[in-house]
């Protein structure tokens, strides 16, 4: 290559090294699932960059925890991946500002009018089964803990260390109130095992270890469309399914407050809203039925949603995880 060649293409490169360090980094706070190659990360990163003439930088890890323990020294714009077992916590840190967005046209089955934390996707919580393997699946939750102790093999998740245990417990306590310990008591002995999260307790089951695992409606899709694979199921219970929703919230201490609301205002977007779809297999926030891959708009669903407002779930916690552990310890 001749000198003067050599030259024009490092001062090319100084160029751009340049202007990409004069572009303002907004950063974002995520689960290790949200920001893998398989989740959503990636495309929202290139999604949002294309429209904020910016650099946006997830941090992947346990996201309320590392906020509170930074204070109001957090490196932290913008945390996504929250749920509402944590956002009693995370409002009494006074750490985080109003989202600024129009939650009144939101496709979800609840009423969302939190100024703070603003719900990006939402499931509900079910018990998966392989309907080639388990021919007599319960029709109700009822008929699920009056079946004999030994009719299922199921594996659920601990309420200590994983969302959807703790949404378990506060689905039997919504269902039962003060017979949730008699119907613990009853569940108990058709739980295989208990593992710490979800991805431990899903993989048992697709191993054929377990006939039911505690998951979500929405988990037959990602049979459906990634491996077409209908032969798993989620029992539709008429008692009601537990809402999941996960949220975003921007943080009052942002260096850039400008590009943090400007990707709250991404998270509800026709863009954002369709990637979440087959990136994190659940139902978008804002996107019209119609507007779903066929596979979603076909899922069995409950017909009713029950969900526990953040204070009254927040009061039933700790009786709820009792009558779980002394179901447990016998």
């Given at each position: 290559?001749?000198?003067?060649?050599?030259?024009?293409?490092?001062l090319?490169?100084i160029?751009t090294?340049?202007?990409?360090q004069?572009k303002?980094?907004?950063?974002?706070y995520?689960?290790?699932?949200?920001?893998?190659?398989?989740?959503?990360?990636?495309?929202?990163e290139?999604?949002f960059?294309?429209?904020?003439?910016?650099?946006?930088?997830?941090v992947?890890?346990?996201?309320?925890?590392?906020?509170m323990l930074?204070?109001?020294?957090?490196?932290?714009d913008?945390?996504?991946?929250?749920?509402?077992?944590?956002?009693a916590?995370?409002?009494?840190?006074?750490?985080?500002?109003?989202?600024?967005e129009d939650?009144s046209?939101?496709?979800?089955?609840?009423?969302?009018?939190d100024?703070?934390?603003l719900?990006?996707?939402?499931?509900?919580?079910?018990?998966?089964?392989?309907?080639?393997?388990?021919?007599?699946?319960?029709h109700?939750?009822?008929e699920?803990?009056?079946?004999?102790d030994?009719?299922?093999?199921?594996?659920?998740?601990?309420?200590?260390s994983s969302?959807?245990?703790?949404?378990?417990?506060?689905?039997?306590?919504?269902?039962y109130?003060?017979?949730?310990g008699e119907?613990?008591?009853?569940?108990a002995?058709?739980?295989l095992?208990v593992?710490p999260?979800?991805?431990?307790?899903?993989?048992?089951?697709?191993?054929?270890e377990?006939?039911m695992?505690?998951?979500?409606?929405t988990s037959p899709?990602y049979?459906?469309?990634?491996?077409?694979?209908?032969s798993?199921?989620?029992a539709?219970?008429?008692?009601?399914?537990?809402?999941?929703?996960?949220?975003?919230?921007?943080?009052?201490t942002?260096k850039?407050?400008?590009?943090?609301?400007?990707?709250?205002?991404?998270?509800?977007?026709p863009e954002?809203?369709?990637?979440?779809?087959?990136?994190?297999?659940?139902?978008?926030?804002?996107?019209?039925?119609?507007?779903?891959?066929e596979?979603?708009?076909d899922?069995?669903?409950p017909?009713?949603?029950?969900?526990?407002?953040?204070?009254?779930a927040?009061?039933?916690?700790?009786?709820?995880?009792?009558?779980?552990?002394?179901?447990?310890?016998?």
């Open positions: 290559m001749k000198p003067t060649l050599m030259l024009a293409g490092a090319s490169l160029a090294m340049a202007a990409a004069d303002p980094v907004l950063t974002v995520a689960p290790d699932y949200f920001t893998s190659e398989w989740g959503p990360g990636p495309a929202i290139k999604g960059e294309a429209r904020c003439d910016c650099t946006l930088k997830f992947a890890g346990d996201v309320l925890p590392r906020v930074e204070g109001d020294k957090t490196k932290a913008v945390v996504i991946g929250l749920n509402t077992d944590v956002t916590k995370a409002r009494a840190t006074g750490l985080f500002a109003p989202h600024n939650t046209d939101l496709t979800m089955p609840v009423k969302w009018t100024p703070i934390f719900p990006f996707d939402w499931s509900d919580l079910a018990f998966v089964y392989d309907k080639t393997k388990l021919k007599n699946p319960p109700s939750f009822q699920l803990l009056d079946a004999p030994d009719a299922y093999k199921i594996v659920i998740e601990d309420p200590r969302i959807a245990g703790l949404s378990l417990l506060l689905w039997v306590k919504d269902i109130g003060d017979k949730a119907a613990w008591a009853k569940l002995p058709k739980v095992t593992t999260g979800w991805s431990e307790a899903y993989g048992m089951f697709t191993d054929g377990a006939d695992v505690l998951s979500y409606v899709a049979h459906i469309m990634a491996e077409k694979d209908d798993k199921v989620a539709i219970f008429p008692e009601g399914h537990y809402l999941t929703p996960e949220l975003a919230a921007q943080l009052k942002s850039h407050p400008k590009l943090a609301q400007a990707f709250m205002d991404y998270i509800l977007s954002f809203q369709k990637m979440i779809v087959t990136a994190n297999w659940s139902f978008p926030a804002k996107l019209p039925h119609d507007q779903l891959p596979v979603f708009r899922l069995p669903m017909d009713k949603t029950l969900y526990l407002p953040e204070a009254e927040e009061k039933l916690r700790g009786p709820a995880l009792d009558e779980w552990q002394r179901a447990f310890a016998r």
